[in-house]
């Protein structure tokens, strides 16, 4: 079993900044891709950024603002959030993906007040 902890989430003003992490943990293949993704009230589902080995990738909205970066050694994943905007209000989903398997955190709610 995989076993997905998010944290670091809040409530903060437009232009704060705050980290996320996510550790992983159980039977975990090597080469996975993990990743953020955000939903907002009434709206889809969506990817915020990536990493792998291959690389990083953001969705549009967060490039220049947002970093994603990893720990292997720790299987834990983190996003670096600054610049946040009331747009960037959701709850933020840790995922980990790999050999067609995706796994879920329990979500962390953060919240940009304007």
């Known amino acids: 079993q995989v076993q997905l902890v998010e944290s670091g989430g809040g409530l903060v003003r437009a232009g704060d900044s705050l980290r996320l992490s996510c550790a992983a943990s159980?039977?975990?293949?090597?080469?996975?891709?993990m990743g953020w993704y955000r939903q907002a009230p009434g709206k889809q589902r969506e990817l915020v950024a990536a990493?792998?080995?291959?690389?990083?990738n953001y969705v549009d909205s967060v490039k220049g603002r947002f970093t994603i970066s990893r720990d292997n050694a720790k299987n834990t994943v983190y996003l670096q959030m600054n610049n946040l905007k009331p747009e960037d209000t959701a709850v933020y989903y840790c995922n980990l993906h790999f050999i067609g398997r995706s796994f879920w955190g329990q979500g962390t709610q953060v919240t940009v007040s304007s």
């Open positions: 990493i792998s080995s291959g690389g990083t």
């Open positions: 159980g039977s975990i293949f090597s080469s996975n891709v």
